[in-house]
């Protein structure tokens, strides 16, 4: 059985996926779904990073099973993970910081050309205060640095 923070961590990640379901009836089950299919939360990591992988669109259950099957079986493919945007399947996290007062925004991208960290956000949220700014941690772009991000562009 997976853990709640991880199911939660899960589908958000595959919310990224275009025709994800949007209704949260639909969305739980397939987190039973994921709750089904994975022993632990390595193994729902690795299921997640598998269909991230090798879909652009939500697949539906029975292909979220037949790769399930492939990573028991140890048939998965493993292509070369970019170190900028890692699993996610050229797509890297940035901040985006929103000007209340001009209403306009600008994308900041981690420091080290991937993924935006945690700190770096708390520092954004500093530099940029409520109640003129709003800093969104939510936020992706293609990731310029590999095949996946120059598909997804």
């Known amino acids: 059985m997976i ?7 899960c589908l958000s990640r595959l919310g ?3 025709h994800f379901p949007a209704k ?3 969305i739980a089950e397939v987190g039973r779904l994921l709750n089904d299919l994975c022993g632990d939360d390595q193994a729902a990591d690795r299921l997640t990073a598998d269909l991230l ?3 652009s669109e ?3 259950p029975a292909a979220v099973r037949e790769a399930a099957g492939r990573l028991v079986s140890g048939k998965a ?3 070369q993970e970019c170190p900028a945007c890692g ?3 050229g797509w890297r996290r940035v901040a985006n910081v929103y000007d209340l007062d001009n209403r306009t925004d600008k994308i900041v991208r981690g420091s080290a050309g991937g993924h935006i960290t945690q700190g770096e956000i708390a520092a954004l949220r500093d530099q940029y ?3 003129r700014w709003t800093v969104y941690d939510t936020a992706i772009e293609p990731c310029p640095h590999c095949e996946g991000g120059r598909r997804n562009a």
Request: charged share 25%.
């Open 16 to 18: 990224m996926l275009r």
């Open 77 to 79: 493919q493993r292509p």
């Open 24 to 26: 949260p009836a639909v």
């Open 129 to 131: 205060p409520s109640p």
């Open 3 to 9: 853990s709640l923070g991880k199911t939660d961590e």
């Open 87 to 89: 699993d996610m399947q």
């Open 53 to 55: 992988r090798s879909n």
């Open 58 to 60: 939500w697949p539906g």
